[in-house]
């Protein structure tokens, strides 16, 4: 059974930064995709950032230039370096890793203080 681990969320002021970790059971060279996403309050669910095996970025519109994820393939981690934090960046942030099917982590709140 895979676990994801999600961590480094918390409460900070805008303009603010944070580190969000998630930490996989079991090696991450074994899932093809790794990412992060969101769900804000009263929305849906939305993608932030993805990283292929292959060290390839994707990001969404809305935090480009903001955010960067990152990966250690040693420490079975991945990282979503968050900086210039707005408002509306306020979210439970969730760890995917896709390997024939998805697998999600149990969400870390992020909230942004204006």
């Known amino acids: 059974q895979v676990q994801l681990v999600e961590s480094g969320g918390g409460l900070v002021q805008a303009g603010g930064s944070l580190r969000l970790s998630c930490a996989a059971s079991e090696s991450i060279f074994s899932f093809n995709v790794m990412g992060w996403y969101r769900q804000p309050p009263g929305k849906q669910r939305e993608l932030v950032a993805t990283?292929?095996?292959?060290?390839?970025?994707n990001y969404d519109d809305s935090v480009k230039g903001r955010f960067t994820i990152s990966r250690d393939n040693a420490k079975n981690t991945v990282y979503l370096q968050m900086n210039s934090l707005k408002a509306e960046d306020t979210a439970v942030y969730y760890c995917?890793?896709?390997?024939?099917?998805?697998?999600w982590g149990q969400g870390t709140q992020v909230t942004v203080s204006s």
């Open positions: 995917k890793a896709i390997r024939f099917r998805a697998y």
């Open positions: 990283i292929t095996i292959g060290g390839v970025t």
